[in-house]
């Protein structure tokens, strides 16, 4: 058995099924998913409110096709930051929150601070929340940015 944090109840092979089942379709019923993992459905019930409980299932959504939406252009943004002190990088860090194109945001070991995934329309969209969005966050002195081609493996696939 394998234990995710100290916090969380440790995982087996079953609850690792639940969790694939569900990565391919959360909207499988309780008894389907039953039958999948080769239990009954008021154990799976239990194991899988665990699941959720102990925040290793951390929601269900809707994956959409973001071309289809018009949000199409993808760009990557490396981000450095004026100061690195805890007190900044937590100011950054709430700021990127309340930016909607970002879609990731990771604090890196390297010789820039972030890097963001965002999301936009096109060039020019994404030109505009650089500009006005970004450049604005607490504490940015520079940016680079690097334009996707094309994605080849994307989360929710």
Known sequence: MASLSPESSPIDQIDRKIIDVLAQDGRISITDLAARIGLSKSPTQVRLKRLVDDGIIRGFRAVTDPVKLGLGHIAFAEVKLSDTREKALAEFARAVLQVREIEECHMMASSFDYLLKVRTADIHAYRRV????????????????????????????
């Not at 006005?132 to 989360?155: D, G, N, R, Y």
Request: proline share 4%; hydrophobic share 45%.
């Open 130 to 157: 650089l500009g006005e969005k970004i450049s604005s966050l607490p504490h940015v002195a520079s940016t680079s940015t690097f334009v996707v081609m094309e994605a080849i493996i994307e989360a929710g696939r």
